[in-house]
Every structure is written in C-alpha cells, then in structure tokens.
C-alpha cells in the first residue's frame, strides 16, 4: 500500500487516482467480492480526505464495481456468474456485429483514422494477469467497441453499449495474459473489414471476435 500512498502524493487529479487505487484493490481481489470499501479506513490507507474517496466510490458505484446498502455503506459487487456472462454476450451478439455492419457501410475518413490509431495505441501486451499489467488493454478494448458503436450512427446503442461497462466487469471475472494477443489480433481483423466498406464481413469479424470473446470469459 506504501506506493499506492506515495504515487498520490503531488498528484494534479487526486480523484482521479483515487479512483484508480480503489479500483485496481477491486479488481486484483485486494477488497474481494462482497467486501467493505469503508471511506474511513481508505481515507487512512491513502492518506487522503474523505472528499476523494467518496467521490471514487460514486463513480465506482455507476460501473458496477461498488454498491451501497443502507446502514452497511459500500461494498464491492459480486463478479458475473456464467448465466450473466452468456447472457451479456447474448445482448453483445445482437447489437455489435450489426454496429460493426453499419460502420463500414458509412464511416467516414475521420472515424477510419481514430478506430485506426486506437489499434496502433496498443504498444505491448500484459505480461502477467494483474489490473496493473492488463488496465490498457481494458481501456483500449473499451474504447475500440464504443467507437464502432458511435460509428453505427445510432444513439441509443452508443449510449446502452457505454452503460453496459461491460468490458471492466469481463477482464475481472477472468483473464489470463495470453488473451492479450488472441484480443488484437481479431481487433485487426474487425478494422480491415471496416476499413474495406465490406459490411457482411464486419458483422462476421465482429461475431467472431465475441464468440472467442465469450470462450476466453468462460
């Protein structure tokens, strides 16, 4: 805990790393499903106000990494169990391979640069299974799936896609290093079907990227 403490010290966005902290405690199961976030006792073991932490646990809250209950205050979420991971890829299944459909047959220049470059942001691969080694590859994935969502034109997707936080909750009910490679490689395959205007295969790179997806999580 003493370099988590010392790595928020001088900070310019002390939520921010809070948050951050709290989170990679929730995900590498230092608070384990179901155990106490108390802001008292983080408070003291990151040397930092209340203000902060509370703050963190209400962001947490809306991802579905925390939940508070009244006279126990917060804790942190079960993990998924299978019939909610089939289900999350069941909805997944239905809505990205169309999403990824659409955005070949009209995405512009500009949206092919960005889902481009976010590929090429991924510079190296997790090496061992902890939050603090796998977190880029959560967000990128994240942002990779949310761009072909905006791509799609369609609002009301975009915006259930980004509520789902579905990518966070599925790194931490299981991943294992040798994902990382698996994951970019179909990554690539979905942006040159896009990148083709070829709709029918975006749909199927998208399909099969989520059913090896689904395997992975299971």
Known sequence: ???VVASLRGRPSLTDDVYEAIKAMIMNDVVPPG???GIDQ???ELEVSSTPVRESLVRLESEGLARREALRGYTATALLDRAQVDELFEFRGVIEPWAAARAAQRHSESDL???SA???SVMSLPSDDSYESYRSL???DERFHAQIAAMSGNEQLRAAFERMHCHLHL???RYRAAQGGATLAEHRAILRSIAEGKPAAARASMATHL???HQRAT
């Open 1 to 3: 805990m003493s370099g």
């Open 211 to 213: 059913q090896q997806a």
């Open 118 to 120: 976010e590929v090429d």
């Open 35 to 37: 155990g106490r976030l």
């Open 113 to 115: 640069a960005r889902l």
């Open 171 to 173: 790194f931490r009910s």
């Open 138 to 140: 959560v967000a990128h």
């Open 42 to 44: 983080l408070s003291r």
